[in-house]
């Protein structure tokens, strides 16, 4: 995007194209009345992202922010998308990579999925299949989505997460630091800090259910706890298991 703002193509300064003025006033016009018109209708918001994306690309091409009088296309976003850059290129990707999909597809699954597809597009390129995942993005909700598409392109499976806070004292935290640590050695440097604090919950868990006769509770915790375990040492608490029976 940043070779896209300057006047340099392999090394050499190429010459700006010729500015269309009645054009580029007419864009930038019609860009200025739709961002106004958001403004005011925060219940209709982003119901022409789809026109916005567009029109951005062309005056990228055009450079019609030398109208006026800028020196760069991310000087010109900088004034108009005050705080929102970021998503001035989400629009400009969507009208650039979803062009298989008619406008009305994705009118309908708006812009934040629209987002995610590129996402999908970018990484199957010829080999993306419009079809199937136009039909997620029409039924997942918003985040279910986002993680089908990261599952998709990492190749892990993901799960929703929530920050969680906690008020320590400082004579609290030798303690809770040095339990983390334990579980971290035990599950592999890997692991984040929530899981290694769910296999010290887990463990809690267990014991307490242990004392209190529930099995149900403590298979629960122990099927959890397994699972955090690298998999030689599965392999080999499974065979010391059999071999006890």
Known sequence: MIGLTSFRINGQVMAPPELNRSRALAVLTRIEEILTWEKLSEHKRDEHFIELGQYLCEVRAGQYWRLDDLKSFDEFLEKRFTGSRRKAYYLMAIHENLKKISKTKIREVGWSKATELVKVVRRDREDFDCATWLHKAQVLPKEDFKLEVERHITGRTTEPWEIIYFKLFKTQLPVVEQALETA????????????????????????ADLENQGPSAMTSSLRRLFSFIPQHLRDEFLSEMVSTK
């Open 184 to 207: 971290a050695l035990m599950l592999g440097t890997d692991k984040s800090r929530g899981y290694c604090l769910e296999m010290i919950c887990a463990d809690f868990v267990a014991g």
